[in-house]
């Protein structure tokens, strides 16, 4: 059955193509049939969804392996070859006119800046919408990062501004009252 079909009109049609082979009118279809129907769909659906949830697993696990495989051949091909002039695991940044460590370098940015220049210096190339999501996690990370340093700075300020006022009024306090003048 294609799958464009949409699951109610399947479940309809299987119940009337089993009652003609029993014999039975077909022209009604039992609301409890229906929804036993339904739920043994949903139930082989997912037993469907898992099994292929772990085949998509199990593949990943081998390409991994073949990927480890190709790259410790290639590493040993590199040997005495200058960073820049290779690249494991593809080549979408030996594709660009300045590699991004070498500006990540050069400008001295920082491992988060840097990450998400990376991401998206290769993510046409690569990782598509998902190099996309892991800068925006990167970016959200600092931004979580820069508040609550933000935070801790303001409340530094406003405890240093405190200790100064007590400071202060204790100072008046004793100017006040003669205490502490040289006389």
Not at 19 to 43: C, F, G, N, S
Not at 170 to 183: D, E, K
Request: hydrophobic share 35%; aromatic share 8%.
């Amino acid at each position: 059955m294609p799958r464009g079909i949409p699951l109610k009109k399947r479940v309809v049609k299987k119940i009337k193509v089993a009652k003609k082979v029993t014999k039975q009118p077909a022209v009604h279809v039992d609301q409890q049939d229906y929804r036993e129907e339904y739920e043994r769909l949903i139930v082989e659906h997912k037993m469907l969804h898992e099994y292929r949830m772990k085949q998509d697993h199990r593949i990943a696990e081998l390409e991994d392996k073949l990927v480890i495989f190709t790259d410790q051949e290639q590493a040993a091909s590199y040997v005495g070859q200058p960073a820049n002039s290779r690249q494991i695991g593809g080549d979408h940044y030996r594709r660009c006119r300045i590699q991004p460590w070498d500006f990540i370098c050069a400008n001295g940015i920082g491992f988060m800046e840097g990450t998400i220049i990376s991401y998206l210096t290769r993510w046409e190339d690569k990782g598509g919408i998902q190099d996309l999501r892991k800068c925006q996690h990167y970016l959200d990370k600092m931004v979580e990062n820069e508040t609550q340093k933000l935070i801790i700075k303001e409340n530094f300020r406003a405890a240093n501004q405190a200790a100064n006022d007590v400071i202060g009024g204790v100072l008046n306090s004793l100017s006040q009252s003669g205490i502490g003048r040289g006389t």
